[in-house]
């Protein structure tokens, strides 16, 4: 299901400090790139690299998703995760500011996310013999 895909998406950014977390939905748009952008940022090409890291992990372990293509690793100022149907942009703040990839979009259904506590796993006890 597409938007457990983006929340998954967007709780990987979150748990790493990504700001201004959205989604803009590509399908009415009439865009053949993605059906979706994710799209954030942060302050730090450190903190863009450990953000794009967790995405990478999670999508592995929570949807077994891996990329397509990647871009930008080797810089960290503007980071492309490509899922097919899903590309997200992960950016270093200034960089986000001056390519405005939104604005591209201005006609595209925005969703933003913010952090949400997650659910605590419960372990299960061994049972003693």
């Not at 865009?31 to 690299?49: E, K």
């Given at each position: 299901?597409?938007?457990?895909?983006?929340?998954?998406?967007?709780?990987?950014?979150?748990?790493?400090?990504?700001q201004?977390?959205?989604?803009?939905?590509?399908?009415?748009?009439?865009?053949?790139?993605?059906?979706?952008?994710?799209?954030?940022?942060?302050?730090?090409?450190?903190?863009?690299?450990?953000?794009?890291?967790?995405?990478?992990?999670?999508?592995?372990?929570?949807?077994g998703?891996?990329?397509?293509?990647?871009?930008?690793?080797?810089?960290?100022?503007?980071?492309?995760?490509d899922?097919?149907?899903?590309?997200v942009?992960?950016?270093?703040?200034?960089?986000?500011?001056?390519?405005?990839?939104?604005?591209?979009?201005?006609?595209?259904?925005?969703?933003?996310?913010?952090?949400?506590?997650?659910?605590?796993?419960?372990?299960?006890?061994?049972?003693?013999?």
């Amino acid at each position: 299901m597409i938007t457990h895909d983006l929340r998954v998406i967007a709780d990987a950014i979150l748990d790493k400090k990504g700001q201004n977390v959205v989604s803009l939905d590509l399908r009415p748009v009439g865009s053949s790139i993605a059906d979706y952008f994710v799209v954030c940022n942060a302050d730090s090409t450190t903190n863009v690299n450990a953000i794009a890291d967790n995405i990478l992990k999670e999508t592995r372990e929570e949807l077994g998703m891996k990329p397509l293509r990647t871009q930008g690793m080797e810089n960290n100022f503007w980071i492309i995760l490509d899922y097919g149907n899903i590309v997200v942009h992960v950016f270093l703040t200034e960089y986000r500011e001056f390519y405005r990839l939104e604005d591209l979009w201005a006609d595209a259904p925005k969703k933003e996310y913010k952090f949400r506590k997650k659910p605590v796993k419960k372990v299960k006890e061994e049972e003693e013999l």
